[in-house]
């Protein structure tokens, strides 16, 4: 069964720095791109940032570009998100999502989210 | 940023009905377009790419249409399980969502 776990969030002040996790089973890892998507009642659904198969190649969202980094330990079957100089505006459910196998960043399996509230 | 639009935001059904959602893109985005549908406290659950392609697992009710700038999800016969909120995204440049189209009853 191909299951994505999400952990590390929590409640974080404004300024601060959190690190979110995804560990992954079920399929072979260094196979697939990952990303991280956010959601928020007022934005909706936001992509945040992706990572290559063999972390190689990296993207991100303009919201998030600089501050945000992504990784992965394909030894670990691990995807993870450090997030930095955090903002109000960055509270969101963090979803961790597996890309699909064809040409695009779309979104096969989707982890349960982790909540991170930015606040003081 | 390819801005993507939705409509209804909110559609009243009933199961057994045939729906058809719509999403619209400000500039097009070929068929590079996925449709997840997602129930209060989960994940969105993918089921469609490619317009038209449906994901492994989703029933043959759910179909996906479209190019460029407009595209439809049709559900052709509406089952219980399947009143949720029904999102668009593009892929063609970075990924963006649409903000979502509600089924409800």
């Known amino acids: 069964e191909v299951q994505l776990v999400v952990s590390g969030g929590g409640l974080v002040q404004p300024g601060g720095s959190l690190r979110l996790s995804c560990a992954v089973s079920g399929f072979k890892f260094s196979d697939y791109y990952m990303s991280w998507v956010r959601q928020t009642p007022g934005r909706g659904l936001e992509w945040v940032a992706n990572?290559?198969?063999?972390?190689?190649?990296?993207n991100y969202g303009d919201s998030v570009k600089g501050r945000f980094t992504i990784s992965r330990d394909n030894a670990k079957n691990a995807v993870g998100l450090q997030m930095n100089s955090l903002r109000a505006e960055d509270t969101a459910v963090y979803f961790c999502?597996?890309?699909?196998?064809?040409?695009?960043?779309?979104?096969?399996?989707w982890g349960k989210g982790t909540t991170v509230t930015v606040s003081s | 940023e390819v801005v993507m639009t939705q409509s209804p935001a909110t559609l009243s059904v009933s199961p057994g009905e045939r729906v058809a959602l719509t999403c619209r893109a400000s500039?097009?985005?070929?068929?590079?377009l996925a449709w997840y549908h997602q129930k209060p406290g989960q994940a969105p659950r993918l089921l469609i790419y490619?317009?038209?392609t449906r994901a492994t697992g989703i029933p043959a009710r759910f179909s996906g249409s479209g190019s460029g700038t407009e595209f439809t999800l049709t559900i052709s016969s509406l089952q219980s399980e399947d009143f949720a909120v029904y999102y668009c995204?593009?892929?063609?440049?970075?990924?963006?969502f649409g903000p979502g189209t509600k089924v409800d009853i």
């Open positions: 490619g317009a038209s």
């Open positions: 995204q593009q892929y063609d440049n970075w990924p963006t």
């Open positions: 500039q097009s985005v070929r068929t590079n």
């Open positions: 999502a597996r890309e699909g196998l064809s040409w695009g960043y779309y979104m096969d399996v």
């Open positions: 990572i290559k198969y063999d972390g190689s190649e990296k």
